[in-house]
Each structure stands twice: as structure tokens, then as C-alpha cells.
T-cell receptor, first 110, second 115 residues
Framework: GQQLNQSPQSMFIQEGEDVSMNCTSS?????WLWYKQEPGEGPVLLIA?????ELTSNGRLTAQFGITRKDSFLNISASIPSDVGIYFC??????????FGKGTKLTVNP | DVKVTQSSRYLVKRTGEKVFLECVQD?????MFWYRQDPGLGLRLIYF???????EKGDIPEGYSVSREKKERFSLILESASTNQTSMYLC??????????????FGEGSRLTVL
């Protein structure tokens, strides 16, 4: 099936630092979604993007839908300990299915 | 709030046993999905359903089947569990993408161990 390349695979940062992660695809997507999964829980939606070039913020989180429709990035500013978790990008093309990246595991040291 | 409920958080089964994982959503969503999550592999789609009694294979359907007799309930069945099916199983639901945001809402997951 389709695959998304998500990077980096893991990040170890100090509290207060900014974080950036991204996803790329060989296919064009109509929707990009970013999810966060905390230990022992299911993923929770953070940001949804529906238009090429769209830049959307949710508190300290900012995500963009790439102009080519083949990539998206997520930035977290001024990280705090509760930002730890696994962040997943997901894209949808012309079907009902979402394709997920393999995740970025974020560790924040206080 | 949307709620997706998975019947069991933790299960331990023996090789060859039949396993049922149940998922119920309370938001009248048309679409329901089963994923499995393994370290380093992300979320992989097993099966999905876009209507009652309808099902479609995902990327890794082998060894699994599903049942959707009612709109709110989507069951994943392992006919004869094997050790390589030890994993975290995630159920999700959402509205049809056309004309809607197409977001998925996930349950808390069912961690299955097959001995």
C-alpha cells in the first residue's frame, strides 16, 4: 500500500526547545492529519489540514500542508514535559483510507 | 465527545485460540477501521468498513476477519491466533470523507499477547 516517510524517527530534546518533524509521500494527498499518542492510549487528533499551502496552529503547535500536496510538517514551540509521546502524520488521497507514517517518538527532558 | 470503546485493554491468548476484539462507537459514524501498531512499523490497516455488512481489506488482512452487523459495532476476529499476531490493536471511526473532515477517532487500544 501507500507509505508515508516520517522523520525523524525519534527526538530527545530539552524542555523549552522547539521541535520540527515532517512527512513526505510519493503520492498526492487531499488531507493531512497530525495525531499524538501518549503511552497506553490511542492516537488523538492534533491538527487537520485540507488545502495545499494551508498553515494551521493549535496553541504551541503549527502544521503546514505542502504546496506540492506531497508533504507536511509539524512544529512544536517551547516544548514542555507533557509533549512526550509519539506523533503520527496521516494522509488521505482519493479514498476513505488514511495512510499513516511510522511515527516520531518525542522525549522531553525537564 | 466522540467515544470509541474497545472491549478489552489487555488479552492473553494461546496459539490456535479464536480471538474476538470488539469496538463500539457512539457518534453514528459510517466508517470504522482496525489497525495494528507495532514498534517501528507505525499503524497498519487490517480491515475497514464504510457501511453495515460492508468490509474491505486493508494492507495486512491475512489471518484476520471482521464483522459489522450494526453500524456502531465493528469486530475483529483472529480465527486461529498465532504468536506473530501479538500486537496493539487500535479501532477507529469517522464520517465519510466526502463533504466531511474525514478525521478518525481512535479507541484506547487492545494489547494482545499470543503465547
Amino acid at each position: 500500500g501507500q507509505q508515508l516517510n516520517q522523520s525523524p524517527q525519534s527526538m530527545f530534546i530539552q524542555e523549552g526547545e522547539d521541535v520540527s518533524m515532517n512527512c513526505t509521500s510519493s503520492s498526492i494527498f487531499n488531507t493531512w492529519l497530525w495525531y499524538k499518542q501518549e503511552p497506553g492510549e490511542g492516537p488523538v487528533l492534533l491538527i487537520a489540514l485540507y488545502k495545499a499551502g494551508e498553515l494551521t496552529s493549535n496553541g504551541r503547535l503549527t502544521a503546514q500542508f505542502g504546496i506540492t500536496r506531497k508533504d507536511s510538517f509539524l512544529n512544536i514551540s517551547a516544548s514542555i514535559p507533557s509533549d512526550v509521546g509519539i506523533y503520527f502524520c496521516a494522509g488521505r488521497g482519493g479514498s476513505e483510507k488514511l495512510v499513516f507514517g511510522k511515527g516520531t517518538k518525542l522525549t522531553v527532558n525537564p | 465527545d466522540v467515544k470509541v470503546t474497545q472491549s478489552s485493554r489487555y488479552l492473553v491468548k494461546r496459539t490456535g485460540e479464536k480471538v474476538f476484539l470488539e469496538c463500539v462507537q457512539d457518534m453514528d459514524h459510517e466508517n470504522m477501521f482496525w489497525y495494528r501498531q507495532d514498534p517501528g512499523l507505525g499503524l497498519r490497516l487490517i480491515y475497514f468498513s464504510y457501511d453495515v455488512k460492508m468490509k474491505e481489506k486493508g494492507d495486512i488482512p491475512e489471518g484476520y476477519s471482521v464483522s459489522r452487523e450494526k453500524k456502531e459495532r465493528f469486530s475483529l476476529i483472529l480465527e486461529s491466533a498465532s504468536t506473530n499476531q501479538t500486537s496493539m490493536y487500535l479501532c477507529a471511526s469517522g464520517l465519510q470523507a466526502r463533504g466531511n473532515t474525514g478525521e478518525l477517532f481512535f479507541g484506547e487500544g487492545s494489547r494482545l499477547t499470543v503465547l
